[in-house]
Nanobody, 122 residues
Framework: QVQLVESGGGLVQSGGSLRLSCAAS????????MGWFRQAPGKEREFVAA????????YYTTSVKGRFTISRDNAKNTVYLRMNSLKPEDTAVYYC???????????????WGQGTQVTVSS
């Protein structure tokens, strides 16, 4: 069982930046692919970004490419999502996810955090 706790959300103006963090409670963090999803009001949950076990491979949904960066620190059991050039349409609850299979992280990951709210004002 893996518990995921997100932090770093908040209110930011359009064009601003935030960094989300996700701490994982597992002794085998480096064996999990990690990712982020988000859900905006009235919309379905969508994949945002994923990172493989070593951190050398990353994947993004088209709308955030070039603006968001996912990274991980296996020594700290933490994954990050750096969000730059934020837009009002990035407003959503952001969820940290984990799975031992990278392909599932982008679709139906086994483990989910509780979510952190990100609000971008125009």
């Amino acid at each position: 069982q893996v518990q995921l706790v997100e932090s770093g959300g908040g209110l930011v103006q359009s064009g601003g930046s935030l960094r989300l963090s996700c701490a994982a409670s597992t002794r085998t963090f480096s064996s999990y692919a990690m990712g982020w999803f988000r859900q905006a009001p009235g919309k379905e949950r969508e994949f945002v970004a994923a990172i493989n076990l070593s951190g050398y491979s990353t994947y993004y949904t088209t709308s955030v490419k070039g603006r968001f960066t996912i990274s991980r620190d296996n020594a700290k059991n933490t994954v990050y999502l750096r969000m730059n050039s934020l837009k009002p349409e990035d407003t959503a609850v952001y969820y940290c996810v984990a799975d031992k299979v990278l392909s599932r992280v982008t679709g139906t990951p086994d483990y989910w955090g509780q979510g952190t709210q990100v609000t971008v004002s125009s």
